[in-house]
Structures are given as structure tokens and as C-alpha cells.
């Protein structure tokens, strides 16, 4: 098993500025002595061997047409490849795995069909399934017209993650040129924190992607709805329920599908900046490494406290009270100090946060603050992040309507003291029944 560091590159042009998402910075992990080290990201590189003194590619390596993605993303992230074997050793302390889709070595005087083939052993799948189970994340990117064109076995393990790459390529209809056949262009993009001020992305070798369970899975990433598919299997097309990019979830990791590697390649001469695919590229690792710190349950949960500054003494008193009972708590003046910026750490905040507790008053409920905080809040827990909203009613308000449907703790007519032991005792309540849910 053979794995190897790179070093960082320059910049790729403004893209090497620091990626945001929901306005976050990129999530940068904290070791137990507090010094901050980069999220590692893998790139399989075992199962891709074309030749590509044959195709007249740069060849599909970190350090070939995959360089792009270290250009934009150096200045964040620790670049790691694997170039045996995918097992237990090799995924050991990575944060996202990349796995492109296995692809054969094709050699002179052989076509597609006749070349060697390179699939995922069995072994190797059962350690990227238990490396996702327990908190990895994974991102997929498929080579167009998947396991039928490449003979590989990508899907075998999409599967278990509820997706299935088609063998499908899309074809955009108003290409004017030849070359253009093969790069639609796409507007079809559900909102959601990675695809944040994505208005616009062009589908270089795009096929398309069959959702079989909608409870752990979502298109993120459509083709436009007159879009036309090149469709080897005949398999029914509908542009509203065949995505280009999924986001799927099992057990405590998460795993973006993308129907195309092109799309990470430098090979597609296309300008990426004009349709904003490479400020995807950067919001996808992003997403999947901005996660909470310690797995679920492992440790006292943490909770993100809102508050509008006349409500500061409470908020402060609910802090203290909750940082005695050894919980981890996330409150403005513990975290933000000088030359911080206060967007980014509170968006930071909150997204590493299990309970975001809410205080309610007359000045709260009129603070454009306190809502867009709520706001980003319910993106992650939009997003599948496991996150509780707790609202505290301090004294008679007008509660905001997307606050209504959820049970307050109500402390207009009693002792702080006693309204804090509530809160707490909701706290502890919520996170018993977690655990008895994730051991069944």
C-alpha cells in the first residue's frame, strides 16, 4: 500500500481564494493540542489506467489532469494519493476519499472492448463502506456512459449509498459546433448550501443518475428539462428525476455523486470560470469537510446560543450555566476575538453545532441578525445535518412563524435557574433518545 504527500502548488488565478459555503470558510480541524491541521483529501489513484500517450489526455492523476482541483484548493486542504489497494490503512485519517471511476488500459491496436479492465476488488468496497459508515466522506466521480462504457464496477458500490450511475451521456441540443456536442449547459440547480450563488454549470460529458432510495438521497444537480440523452440501455430519461450530481448519506458520513470527471479534469477545454464549475468544485470539499469535530454522541453534545444584544446577560447567564454541566457551548464571547471575522465564525459555529438555541424577545424577533443565523441553521439540518433548534421564550413576543411549529421552553413567569435546568434537562432528553435510536 503506497501513499503519497504532495506538496502544495500555486494558485490557480482568484479560485485559490478561500471557498465559501452558506459564507463559511473551509472547515479546518483542530488536534488535541489546539494547532489547526488541514482535512486530508485522498485521490484513488490504483484504477485508472489508460494510457494517455494513446488518448492524447494528460493522464488521470492528482498531479495530471486532476491538478486543477489542487490549484484552487492547496491553500486548505493536505493532498494525499492511493495508488494500491484501498483498505483500512490507506483511508486512516483521511477526510474525504475521491474516487474516480475504475478505467481500463487501452493499448495500441485495441479498442475500448478488448482493453484490460480494472474493478474494485470486493475487499476494496467493504472498507470504502465502513470508511463512510463511521464518518468519512466520499465523492465519486463517474466516467460517462459508467460501468457499461468502462466495464468497471462502480455501481456496485454507488448501490449501497442508494444510487446508480445510468450509462447515459447528454448531448446539448444548441451546440453550434462539433465539439460543443458534448458540453450542455445547465441552470437546473436545487438550492442547497453546496451549490450557494451556483446559478450556472456547464455538464462537460455529463451522463445521468438513477435515485433508488429518496430518503438517503437527493439530486442536487439537474440537466436542463429539454435536455437529450445518448442512452445505451434504452432505460427511461426524465430530467427531473435523473440528476447529474447526487448527495447521499449512511451512517455518520456523507457522499457526493458526480456523473462526470471531466468536470474535475484539466483535458475539457472549456471555461470553467464563466460557468462557475470550478466555485462548485471548491463548495463540494467544503461541504463534505465541514462537519462537526467529534462523531455523534462520542462526547457532551455542543450547542450554538443566538441572541440579540440587549438579551446579551441572559445568554451570557445560560453559557456559563450550561459550560458548568461540562457541555460545549458556542456563545460570541468565548469564541470571536479580535481581528476574527464575525460572519465566519458564527456560520463556523453553528455548523458545528448539535442544538442551536434560540432566545426569543421583542428585540430578537425584530433582528435581521438572529433570523439570518436561523437561516443557517436550517440550511445544514436541510442539508442532513443532525441538528436540534431549541426556542427559549424570555418574555411576550410575536414568535416568528417558522419558529411556531416547534415546543419552546417558556421562560416568561419563572426563575432563570429554573429555566435553564429545563432547557438542560430538554438537552439531555434529546440526546438519550439519539442514542437509543442510532444503537437499534
Known sequence: MEKETYEAIKPFGKWAAASHICGTLFAI??????????????????????????????????????????????????????????NSTALNDVDVFVLPSPVGKLLPNRTWEEAPRTKLENSEINSIIEFVKNGGNLLILNHRFSDEFTKSNINDLTENFSFKFRPTTLINKNAKRQEELLFPITTNIIDHPITNDIDKLVLTYSGTIDILNKNNCHGIVFPEKDSIEINTSQTQFRADKNPVVVLSYFGLGKIIGCSSDAWFSENSNINYREF??????????????????DKPYSKTPRIFISHQNADKDTARLIANSLKKENFRVWFDEFEIVVGDSIIESVEEGIGKSDFFLILLSKSATQSKWVRKEYEVANSFILSGEKMKVLPVLLEECDI?????????????????????????????????????????
Not at 276 to 293: G, Q, V
Not at 403 to 416: F, Q
Open 276 to 293: 462557475k464549475n470550478l466555485a462548485f468544485i471548491e463548495k463540494i470539499f467544503s461541504f463534505l469537510t465541514l462537519s462537526r469535530e
Open 29 to 86: 480541524k483542530k488536534t488535541r493540542t489546539g494547532m489547526k491541521q488541514k482535512p486530508i483529501i485522498c485521490f484513488d489513484e490504483g484504477h485508472r489506467q489508460e494510457d494517455w500517450k494513446i488518448t492524447g489526455y494528460k493522464p488521470h492523476t492528482l498531479n495530471g489532469s486532476f491538478s486543477i482541483v489542487k490549484s484552487i484548493l492547496h491553500f486548505n486542504y493536505k493532498f494525499e494519493v492511493c495508488q494500491q489497494s484501498i
Open 400 to 440: 416568528p412563524s417558522f419558529l411556531r411549529p416547534i415546543a419552546y421552553a417558556d421562560l416568561r413567569n419563572i426563575n432563570i435557574e429554573e429555566g435553564i435546568e429545563s432547557i438542560m434537562g430538554s438537552i439531555k432528553t434529546h440526546v438519550k433518545r439519539d442514542k437509543e435510536n442510532n444503537s437499534k
